[in-house]
């Protein structure tokens, strides 16, 4: 089934000018807002993480994108508010993942909890995190793109293919699109070809032209975390020379 993990991104330092009674009004309040919407997308909530969660969804790894979608869209809804009463904006990534887990009840008698077990729903988790590291929203693997019933449905760039610390094989991620601010999908649609024409060229071990590329997505899009992390790469790799046997996997050292 499709496993889901989101987080709000900075939650400490959202927190730190809050009391304590605070931090729990503001949780509530966004988990009463973004909840319902695994619900309405015949997911189930496996357990709450503090300001996130983790949910699964028996029935199509569809339903898991568009839960996600619609989870950004309510937080946006949430930040015209907060905008309105000068409070900082929120920020969520989250990750979804495709795979065999087993979900049910731990714990002892006079204490249990739902939760789900399976190497697949770790990796999920380092997906979420990711979402940190390239400055995106939403993250998807390969194996839940392969899973939808019509991946054409949704905007979306490839982003990576990366090795998430704790494992041995490389996997490749996807950034969805739709659950974005209008202004940012705009601009990485925009940009979208020179992305994928830097990226391509990266692969191969062809930096100078990567580099080129990857020049034009950041003069159009200056905040696209994720170009101006390849542009990093690129220089790396210029300075120290492609690896023997590159094929453009990134391996992770921090979850």
């Excluded at 909890?113 to 390239?134: I, P």
């Excluded at 839940?144 to 991620?173: P, T, W, Y």
Aim: hydrophobic share 40%; glycine share 8%; proline share 2%.
């Amino acid at each position: 089934m499709a496993v889901m993990f989101s987080d709000i991104r900075s939650f400490t330092t959202l927190s730190e000018s809050m009391t304590p009674q605070e931090n729990f009004d503001f949780v509530n309040a966004y988990l009463r807002q973004v909840s319902p919407v695994i619900r309405d997308h015949t997911g189930f909530i496996v357990k709450y993480l503090g300001d996130g969660m983790m949910a699964v969804f028996p029935n199509s790894a569809d339903d898991a994108v568009a839960a996600g979608i619609e989870k950004l869209k309510k937080v946006e809804e949430q930040n015209i508010i907060r905008i309105s009463k000068g409070e900082q904006l929120i920020k969520v990534g989250i990750g979804v993942h495709f795979g065999h887990m087993m979900v049910g009840m731990v714990g002892e008698s006079a204490r249990m909890q739902g939760d789900a077990f399976s190497d697949n729903v770790n990796l999920t988790a380092r997906l979420e995190s990711l979402t940190k590291f390239y400055g995106v929203s939403l993250v998807v693997s390969e194996q839940a793109l392969q899973h939808l019933s019509n991946a054409e449905q949704f905007q979306m760039r490839f982003l990576d293919r990366v090795i998430v610390k704790g494992r041995s094989e490389a996997i490749a991620i996807y950034e969805i699109l739709d659950g974005e601010l209008e202004e940012i999908r705009n601009l990485k649609l925009q940009t979208l070809a020179d992305f994928e024409s830097g990226l391509e060229h990266y692969r191969y071990g062809d930096c100078a032209q990567a580099k080129e590329y990857l020049q034009k997505v950041v003069a159009v899009n200056s905040s696209d975390k994720a170009a101006a992390l390849y542009l990093e790469r690129v220089e790396e790799l210029q300075q120290k020379g492609i690896p023997e046997g590159w094929c453009g996997v990134w391996a992770m050292t921090k979850k």
